[in-house]
Structure formats: structure tokens, C-alpha cells
């Protein structure tokens, strides 16, 4: 008994839609988010809907070096569909805590006041002297 006989047909049906996007599966897959939400998104939009062109299977293409700017402008589009937000915005909280934490290390080590440092061999000609300062 083959387990594909007990789908439903709109699994079936989905099934059928990611044998023809190649590029869909491998995003699922690299993104590790599962395909309800993928699912979700084609049996309300459809399967002819625009969003899908992208993830057809991969075809040979002639460009000439416009298309190269348009090509960059998709991968970037692409590589940034993958991009979890959450874990995004949690690796800048914990790079901009790492940068205050050094920021408070760095004020620690530094003087309170600058206005107490002195240059080099000032510190003997500003001591009060017992015979005032006479030569010998």
C-alpha cells in the first residue's frame, strides 16, 4: 500500500507544485521552518500566482550584463527571504551589549578627571620647596 494513495488531493496537488519549484524546496529546506506555512501560502494565492516565478526550475539563461544587475537584485532579494528577523534582532542586542560592556571597561581604566594629569616633570617644579626655591 503506497502512503501517497492516503493523501489528500490538495497535498497531492501540492506535492506536484514543489516537483516544479525546485527552488521553493531547497528554501524550506535551508530556512528549517517546515511546510505548513509554504502550504498555507499556495492553497490561498494559487499556484499560478507571480510569487511563485522564482522558485521554477532552474533555466538556462542568455544575460547580458543589465540582466547581471537585475541577477544580484534577486539573490540579494532571495538570500534576504531567508533571513529569520528574530534572530537578527537578537544578535544585534547581544553585539550591542557586547559594545557597551567594552565601553564600560574602557571608562573604568580611564581618569575621572583629565584636568589631574600632568605632563612629564611638571609635578617636581609645582612642589612647594622649603627654602623657596633658591639656587644652590
Known amino acids: ?60 539563461s542568455t544575460s547580458t550584463p543589465k540582466d547581471g544587475k537585475r541577477e544580484i537584485m534577486d539573490r540579494l532579494i532571495h538570500m534576504s527571504e531567508n533571513i529569520d528577523m528574530d534572530k537578527f534582532q ?15 571597561l574602557l571608562h573604568q581604566f580611564q581618569p575621572s578627571d583629565q584636568s589631574h594629569r600632568q605632563p612629564f616633570g611638571s609635578s617636581f617644579r609645582n612642589t612647594n620647596r622649603p627654602f623657596g626655591g633658591f639656587r644652590d
Open 1 to 60: 500500500m503506497d502512503l501517497s494513495e492516503n493523501l489528500h488531493p490538495s497535498v497531492k496537488d501540492f506535492k506536484d507544485f514543489l516537483q516544479r519549484h525546485p527552488t521553493l524546496v531547497e528554501k524550506v529546506r535551508r530556512s528549517g521552518k517546515g511546510w505548513q506555512e509554504t502550504y498555507e501560502k499556495w492553497a490561498l494565492l494559487g499556484e499560478d500566482d507571480p510569487m511563485w516565478d522564482k522558485y521554477r526550475g532552474k533555466q538556462e
Open 90 to 104: 537578537s544578535q544585534v542586542d547581544n553585539i550591542n551589549s557586547a559594545i557597551s560592556t567594552v565601553q564600560e
